[in-house]
C-alpha cells in the first residue's frame, strides 16, 4: 500500500476510469475523486492509498469521509485472493487508526474477492444503499428549466445554489477554482438549472469516466426556496442529458435508502433501482 504525491493522480484517476464498465457495479468513480478536488491536489492525494501488482495499479482507496474507505478494484483483479488479503490486512493494520473497530467503514461495491474476505474477517452489513441507473443510449426528455454550463468566469449561481441546497456546503469560489484545475474535471461538467422567470433553482456536477463508460452525478441539488416544484426531477434529467452528449453510456447515483425523496426524484427522472447494496462494518 502507497500514498500517492499530487503527481500521481492522474494516473491514479485514469487506472480508477478504465475500471468503470457498463454492466458492472459502479464503484468509486473519477468523479468522486474530481469533487473532493475542491480541496487541492495534495488534499485528494492525501486521501488516497493505492495497492499495485506487478507494477500496475490493482486498487485505490478513497478516505472519502471520516472512518469511511471507499474502494476501486480493478475488474482484472475482481477474484485476485492476494490483493484482497492485502487490502484487508492494511485497512485492520495501518489503517486502524483510520478505521476503528466498531466505526471503521468499507465500501467495497465490486470485487467478490475483497467482499469475500471482509465478511470472512467478520465485518458486517451497514445502512442500505440504494443505486439508480439510467442507459443513454436513448435521447433524455426536456425540461422546463434553462440549463447553462458553469465556465470559470461565472461560478456565482453554481456556488449560491450550492450553499442553500445544502447547509453548510464547503464548494466557494475558489474551491470551484480548484475542482476545475483537476484532472477529473477534463471529464467534468457543472450545471446551473434556470426558472422560467430566470431563477437559479438547481445546480449539479456530472462526471464522464470517458466515452462509452459509466457516469455519475456528485452532487445535485435544488435551492431550498424553491423545493416541492419537481426542480429536482428536472435537475437530474439535466445532469442525464449533459452526460450522454459527453457520451457517457449511462448515468449514476447512489444515494441512502432512508432518503426516501431523494430515491423518488431520481425514479421520476427515469431511472431504475438496481437493488440496495451494503458497505461493511468492521467488528
Known amino acids: 500500500m502507497m500514498i500517492p504525491s499530487a503527481e500521481d493522480l492522474s494516473n491514479i484517476i485514469d487506472a480508477v476510469a478504465s475500471g468503470q464498465r457498463e ?4 464503484q468509486v468513480h473519477p468523479g468522486d475523486f474530481g469533487w473532493y478536488q475542491r480541496f487541492g491536489s495534495q488534499a485528494l492525494a ?13 486498487a485505490v482507496g478513497f478516505l472519502d469521509e471520516t472512518e469511511l474507505i471507499r474502494m476501486a478494484i480493478s475488474p482484472d483483479h475482481a477474484a485476485d485472493e492476494t ?6 490486512t492494511d485497512i485492520e493494520t495501518t489503517l486502524s487508526d483510520l478505521l476503528p473497530p466498531g466505526t471503521g467503514i468499507v465500501e467495497a461495491r465490486f470485487g467478490a474477492e475483497l467482499q ?27 425540461t422546463s428549466l434553462r440549463f447553462e454550463t458553469v465556465e470559470a468566469d461565472d461560478i456565482a449561481d453554481r456556488v449560491s445554489v450550492e450553499s442553500a441546497a445544502f447547509p453548510g456546503a464547503s464548494l466557494t469560489a475558489e474551491r470551484w477554482q480548484l475542482m476545475a484545475a483537476g484532472h477529473a474535471y477534463q471529464q467534468g461538467r ?27 452525478i456528485e452532487p445535485l441539488g435544488v435551492h431550498g426556496d424553491h ?16 452526460l450522454r452528449s459527453m457520451g457517457a453510456s449511462s448515468v449514476n447515483v447512489a444515494t441512502p435508502s432512508s432518503n426516501t425523496a431523494a430515491v423518488a426524484t431520481y425514479r421520476a427522472a427515469g431511472m431504475d433501482s438496481l437493488g440496495e447494496v451494503r458497505d461493511f462494518r468492521r467488528p
Open 83 to 88: 490483493l484482497a488479503e492485502a487490502v484487508v
Open 116 to 142: 469475500h474476505t471482509l465478511t470472512q474477517a467478520r465485518w458486517t452489513p451497514d445502512e442500505p444503499w440504494t443505486v439508480l441507473h439510467r442507459a443513454l443510449s436513448d435521447s433524455v426528455p426536456p
Open 23 to 26: 454492466g458492472l457495479p459502479v
Open 190 to 216: 457543472c450545471l446551473v438549472g434556470y426558472s422560467t422567470d430566470g431563477a437559479a433553482v438547481g445546480a449539479t456536477t456530472v462526471w464522464s469516466a470517458g466515452h462509452g463508460r459509466p457516469g455519475i
Open 46 to 58: 492525501s486521501g488516497l492509498r493505492v495497492w499495485t501488482r506487478d507494477g500496475e495499479i490493482a
Open 227 to 242: 423545493r416541492g416544484l419537481g426542480y429536482g426531477t428536472e435537475m437530474a434529467l439535466g445532469a442525464a442529458s449533459a
